[in-house]
């Protein structure tokens, strides 16, 4: 595919993808005029996976309270051909996970600690 034209071209990088056995995102997000592609994913093997197929050079995490639930977004994204690709997971965390965010080395910390 050397261009993401049209609407059919975008939803044939995705069929490339789960027909060399990757798993179908579950949520799916294409702009008006092809400029914007996103794909939800549901863990972090089908967010590694697709980034990886897709060549993915930028990734972004953030960290955020959602109404008394801390989730996680991690999120991939490139562009190919003036269309920008992202690939997103939301993860819900626990404290004990942003307590290890805040140690230069988790492995250091003592077992009765995590």
Known sequence: MTELA???????????GVAAGLTAPWRLY??????????SVGDRA???????????PELSVRVYDAGGEIRRSSM???V???????????????TDDLDRLLVADPTTIEPEER
């Open 6 to 16: 049209t609407r059919a071209q975008a939803f044939g990088l995705i069929a490339e």
């Open 30 to 39: 294409l702009a008006r005029g092809c400029r914007y592609l996103s794909l």
């Open 46 to 56: 089908e967010w590694n996976a697709w980034r990886t197929h897709l060549g993915c």
């Open 76 to 78: 991939a994204e490139v």
């Open 80 to 94: 190919l051909d003036g269309c920008r690709i992202s690939v997103e997971l939301v993860e819900e965390v626990s």
